[in-house]
């Protein structure tokens, strides 16, 4: 056994930048085709020909918001009437409002909990089709140390987060019989646009707080996708792997 993905096929959600972007581009590597999805059409075409360059014929761009309704079907139909299949999916896209609750809008509300809950919802309801017929399926949700722990200023963003691990539970015990799993990341602090925007002083405390003193890359989410998707990950369900520097350990 090994790593290797070739013959599968995966899609990606917010993609265009980031932990997703270092997903699809570790699925590639690891010989998936990958179809990738984010609203921004330059940027998501980039990492479509940044995966066409190493890897011709493996990228397939997608522009749309997660949680418009009826995009998820037609995202999906599009890959298995292309590639004939769909074996994973990486429920990624994810946006933060964070104020304190007192100052929260029903806005800041509703827009975080769209994308980063019902989005993952349309597009597993959609995935799942293709995957039961298969018989084999992978689906990761990204969620957030914040889901487990909850955050000042991120009653919108944890609550979404925390959904997402019991709907990936969910999915798990409903889905097992078909041989598909579904598992959560739970990633810390990792260096991304979503985390260049925090105080220092936020940033400091939290260093101090990482027990291996810094934050991680979009790499190191994206091997955990990896495991996950792979054949040394096909007894493993219903579980939350936490990529946080041991951030939480010891809380
Ligand atoms: P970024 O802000 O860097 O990237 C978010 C990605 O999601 C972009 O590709 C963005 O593209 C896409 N996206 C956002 N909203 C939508 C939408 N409605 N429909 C489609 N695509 C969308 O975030 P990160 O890479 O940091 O985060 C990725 C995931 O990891 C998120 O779910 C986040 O909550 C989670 N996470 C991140 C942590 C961190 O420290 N960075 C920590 C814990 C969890 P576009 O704007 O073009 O649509």
Redesign the pocket.
Known sequence: MNLRLDGRTALV?????????AIALQLAEAGAKVAL????EA??QEVAHAIESYYPGQALPFV????APQLADKVVAQITQLWGQLDILVN?????RDTLLLRMSEEDWDSVLD??LK?AFLFTRAALKPMMRQRWGRIIN?????GITGNVGQANYSAS?AALIAFTRTVAVEMGSRNITCNAIA????E????QSLADSVKEYALQRIALKRFGT?EEVAYGVLFLCSEFASYITGQVLVIDGGLTTGI
């Open positions: 959600t917010g993609a265009s930048r980031g932990i997703g972007r999805l984010s609203r921004t940027s998501v749309g918001d997660v949680a990624n896209a994810g946006i933060t994308t980063n989005g990204i969620s957030s140390i914040s987060k990633p810390g602090l990792i991304t646009d979503m985390t979009p």
